[in-house]
């Protein structure tokens, strides 16, 4: 169990509570302990084993008792009973976009609605439209929603699933009749979303390690059981499956299983093309070199090897014959974070717990960017907080060898395309981060011109989340990358990828073009807390995903670098 799992059953008690109507001061309490959790910078199993829960603000002492239930013995009581008095479909209802646990209440209650197929039937037959609270663009949005969670499918985040595919991985690994094991799948090429999670075991007793594997996960179901696959599926859905082979069929499973199904095809045919036969246990059909590893099987291909992010057939097997493929970028040719908050505006933790925590990180320099003034439910700054945060941070810096922090701020890209600050006020920061944050239904053409105006403002440095989408909740709002990355190029305007697990925006897929005209590019948390550094990894797969190297990015450049760059264009 990980601290989001805990931290989700918190978060859907809280959903269901709302819908029942109970006590809002209930409510709150599983919400605020919810964030308190996924907040966690020290080990939750740790704070339970020392007694120290109760000392997380944001825990009372019922739900401490319902978390270390959970936590200890994979189940809550408290939990399992309350979803007993609601109907299934609920939690499926609760996935939709945009539609929260008082609506849900509203609708159940009024249309005897109890399933997301139900609510689909009653938006189409226009049942919903002529409810207190609704109308025909309510209606409309709920069935957006629903096609947006269809599409969805049951996927998962990536980082939800990570954590506890590496916590089994880790546990295989530790036994002495486990000759390798690796990860494969959507997590391996590190895509942002998954259905299932594939775990690869060499072995010479699949018996007793296929039964090991069982232990691991007592909660979870048997979905089949053999000598060289088990498949269980976890209390909360997720799919896991475990593949069993010899140490000589290894590389060649690895490689198949870690896909993606259109990258196996081309390598299969390549095998072909070459007299062999290939799959996922074998390269037959032909003398070649001894194949011990996946790097080896490449080789006899007459390729490169290519990393498990690129495999998607999107020019990796051109690039692979030719010597044409990146040297990706990786963790540690990041020097600097940029892009996170403080408690000054939304954040979770004081800047000198956020610059602390960078030491510990490694990097050399740090982008404090809260949000500005006109984002009051995020807590904005003024004119006047900023020039205070600003002596803080030259406090800080007077004293500190090991860490400079920068000078930012989060600024709104207001509808007209106006900055939130006055360039009186933008000019004394060391870097700006500019996003959209409101109107974000405006058609295509206006959040275009919108964006682009805001990219010719000198003093911007950083164009954050480009789309302002959210993973498995809402879409990106719709814009005219060619436009953009073209402008952010010509300006100099560096394009984010939001390593924000939940974001993960901009989306890998449209990488390779904006790289192609020029554009360079952020890997940032977007933290909140200190806990949100650790995010740093899944911007940095979506880069790679993206054939980013090093030089592709603006924070593995040194703290002067960096700067120089962001006055340049000025």
Known sequence: MDKRDVARTLEQIAAILEIKGENPFKVRAYENAARAVDALSEDLGTLIAEKRLSEVRGIGSSIQKNVEELWTTGKMKYFEDLCATVPVGWFDMMRIPGLGPKRIRTLCDLLQIASVEALKEAAKGGRIRGLKGFGEQSEKKILEGIAFLERGGQRELAAVVRPIAEEILAALRDRKDVIRA?????????????????????????????KAFLALLPQASIIAQGDTKVSVRLPTGLAVDLRLVTDAQFPFALH?????????????????????????????????????????????????????????DRGEIEAAETGRLPGLVTARDLKGILHCHTTASDGKSTLEEMAEAAVVAGAEYLGISDHSQSVRYAGGLSEEDLIRQGREIDKWNS??????????????IMPDGTLDYPDRVLER????????????NMGEDEMTARVVKALRNKHVSILAHPTGRLLLQREGFRIRFDEVFRVAAQEGVVVE?????????????EIPAARALGVKFAIDPDAHHVSGYQDLRYGIGAARKGWLGKDDIVNTLPVEGALEFFRARR
Do not use: C
Request: no cysteine; aromatic share 8%.
């Open 182 to 210: 690796e990860l494969g799948g959507s997590l391996r090429r590190w895509v942002e979303t998954v259905k299932d999670v594939d775990l690869l075991v060499a072995t010479k007793k699949p018996g007793a390690v296929a």
């Open 256 to 312: 198949y299983f870690t896909g993606s199904v259109a990258h196996n095809v081309r390598v299969r045919q390549r095998a072909i093309e070459r007299g062999f036969s290939l799959n996922e246990y074998e390269l037959s059909g032909g003398e070649h070199a001894p194949i011990a590893s996946e790097a080896d099987l490449f080789q006899v291909l007459g390729m490169a090897y290519v990393e498990p992010e690129l495999r998607e």
């Open 399 to 412: 004293k500190s060898r090991d860490l400079r922090i920068l000078k930012g701020a989060e600024v709104d």
């Open 429 to 440: 920061l060391e870097f700006v981060v500019a996003s959209v944050h409101t109107n974000l």
């Open 497 to 509: 990828i939001n390593a924000h697990a939940r974001r993960l925006d901009l989306d890998w897929r």
